[in-house]
């Protein structure tokens, strides 16, 4: 067995998104859908009905009274918000293991997904962009791959940091060549056999902007800054950190200016504490 097989074949492995999260996303795509849509299906699950009520009533979300049911969420939240509660809690059981082979304790990747997914739904709504559902999810299962990755990452990365530091590789082109996938690609497997649109697989997979096409694209651009900015911020970074290319021209095309990147950056690390609060409930 080849090692692209042997990964394939740990894909399932990984604990599958829930069903009832691909219900809440389909439904968000429709525009004919409403909050009593969202409702009925949260409230079919008493489990996540109780995750979401820990979380409303976190100070990340600083709420003047406490929620008590989720249409109270809902209606005090917004249905977005809501939404993206049941999205964190159900990626949470994959990503909050530590990644040894990336240099990443307990917690970390997930810490950084929970943060770029924050910062992408910022950035998609000042950018008028008409998925934000789903560039917070791409965002928050981007580095699925690496959860796979890990070990073969672990067993090669003394020839992976070799062809990043003396051959001009970025980290992701290492992998690819040492190992013969690398992880945005892995991820974007994963979010295929997990029954995610041809969309959403293509954001995971080109979130570092590695399709030519995705620089040109909205909701990638708007994942691949967030994916940055957590970096720059040195959320999550690992044995990876800053060996990926920096595409300027991606800012220039958002209309982000340096002094923007960096009230981004402000904004979020005085947010951090509060998503410490809710990375918290949701452990």
Not at 64 to 79: C, D, H, K
Request: proline share 2%; hydrophobic share 45%.
């Amino acid at each position: 067995m080849s090692a692209i097989q042997e990964l394939i074949k740990e894909i399932d492995n990984l604990k599958p998104i829930p069903a009832v999260v691909n219900q809440i996303i389909a439904v968000t795509e429709d525009p004919k859908s409403s909050m009593a849509d969202i409702a009925r299906i949260v409230l079919y699950d008493p489990v996540l009905t109780a995750n979401i009520l820990r979380m409303s009533n976190s100070s990340f979300y600083a709420l003047p009274r406490r929620v008590e049911s989720v249409q109270e969420a809902i209606t005090m939240l917004g249905v977005d918000q809501v939404i993206d509660m049941v999205l964190m809690k159900s990626g949470a059981v994959n990503l909050t293991k530590g990644q040894a082979g990336y240099g990443l304790h307990e917690g970390e990747l997930w810490k950084q997904a929970v943060a770029s997914a924050l910062i992408a739904r910022d950035l998609a709504e000042k950018k008028g962009s008409t998925h934000k559902q789903m560039v917070f999810t791409a965002a928050l299962l981007k580095d699925i791959g690496k959860v796979i990755l890990d070990r073969f990452v672990g067993d090669a990365f003394s020839r992976i940091d070799d062809l990043v530091q003396n051959k001009g590789y970025t980290f992701r082109e290492a992998e690819k060549k040492i190992i013969g996938i690398d992880h945005a690609e892995l991820g974007g497997l994963v979010a295929k056999m997990w029954d995610f649109s041809p969309r959403m697989v293509n954001l995971i997979k080109n979130h570092h902007l590695n399709d030519e096409e995705a620089r040109n694209d909205l909701e990638s651009q708007i994942l691949y800054v967030a994916d940055n900015v957590c970096m720059m911020m040195g959320i999550g970074g690992g044995a990876d950190g800053l060996a990926y290319r920096f595409h300027r021209d991606v800012l220039e095309k958002l209309g982000i200016t340096p002094h923007d990147l960096q009230e981004i950056i402000a904004t979020f690390g005085s947010e951090m504490r509060q998503v410490e609060d809710l990375l918290n409930v949701m452990g």
